[in-house]
């Protein structure tokens, strides 16, 4: 079964408007959370990541929330622009060398 | 450019067919994955290796085997192709660490449908 559960499956947002997305895990000992951004027939590129040290990490538009009691994480996209139309996975790992993705979210931002 | 390549881009297989998908990175980079990707399902591990002439099993490993004889290049093979072995296969190397990132790069895919 999936380590990392992801929702929603996807999402519909207008410009200028927030995307949330949820993950949850259960491995306690996940260690590394980072979220990646796939446009479509490309690979998944890394956009953002936290360790469970820190409770949020901001990059522009984009802020990973950590709750580390309820062992969730949350992807916020502010301002959202049609550019950011893309599918985009959680992902958790313990010591640094295997991913454990979610299934995906896809993001549909309407102009 | 440095990066993650894969070939072929895409392939059609008959059952039972076998092939061989290469990766090639040009980064140094010591850990490389194969991943598959199937929709709703997200992206599952399916062998790695930490280095060269080392290899590992994945989440989903059966039907599948790997071969890391030289750093840069990571080779995934099917012996004997099946249906459920059609997917999306990614191909990707990890670098070290920029500050609390680790830099994943990930190859374009390869498109494999088995009929």
């Known amino acids: 079964q999936q380590q990392v559960k992801q929702s929603p499956q996807s999402l519909i947002v207008q410009k200028g408007g927030i995307s949330i997305i949820n993950c949850a895990y259960e491995?306690?000992?996940?260690?590394?959370f980072p979220w990646y951004q796939q446009f479509p027939g490309k690979g998944p590129a890394l956009l953002i990541a936290?360790?469970?040290?820190?409770s949020e990490k901001k990059e522009g538009r984009f802020t990973i929330s950590f709750n580390k009691s309820a062992k969730q994480f949350s992807l916020h996209i502010m301002d959202s622009q049609p550019g950011d139309s893309a599918t985009y996975f959680c992902?958790?790992?313990?010591?640094?060398?295997?991913?454990?993705f979610g299934a995906g979210t896809t993001v549909t931002v309407r102009a | 450019n440095a990066g993650v390549t894969q070939t072929p881009k895409f392939r059609v297989l008959k059952t039972g067919q076998s092939m061989t998908l290469l990766c090639a990175q040009d980064?140094?980079?010591?850990?490389m994955y194969w991943y598959r990707q199937d929709p709703g399902m997200g992206l599952r591990l399916i062998h790695y290796?930490?280095?060269?002439?080392?290899?590992a099993k994945g989440e989903v490993p059966d039907g599948y085997n790997v071969s890391r004889l030289k750093k840069q290049n990571f080779l995934l093979g099917l012996e004997s192709a099946a249906p459920s072995q059609t997917s999306v296969y990614f191909c990707?190397?990890?670098?070290?660490?920029?500050?609390?990132?680790?830099?994943?790069?990930f190859g374009s895919g390869t498109r494999l449908t088995v009929v």
């Open positions: 990707a190397s990890r670098g070290p660490p920029q500050g609390p990132s680790y830099g994943y790069t």
């Open positions: 491995n306690t000992a996940f260690d590394y």
């Open positions: 936290i360790r469970p040290d820190v």
């Open positions: 992902a958790a790992s313990k010591n640094d060398y295997k991913l454990s």
């Open positions: 980064m140094n980079h010591e850990y």
């Open positions: 290796s930490v280095g060269e002439g080392t290899t």
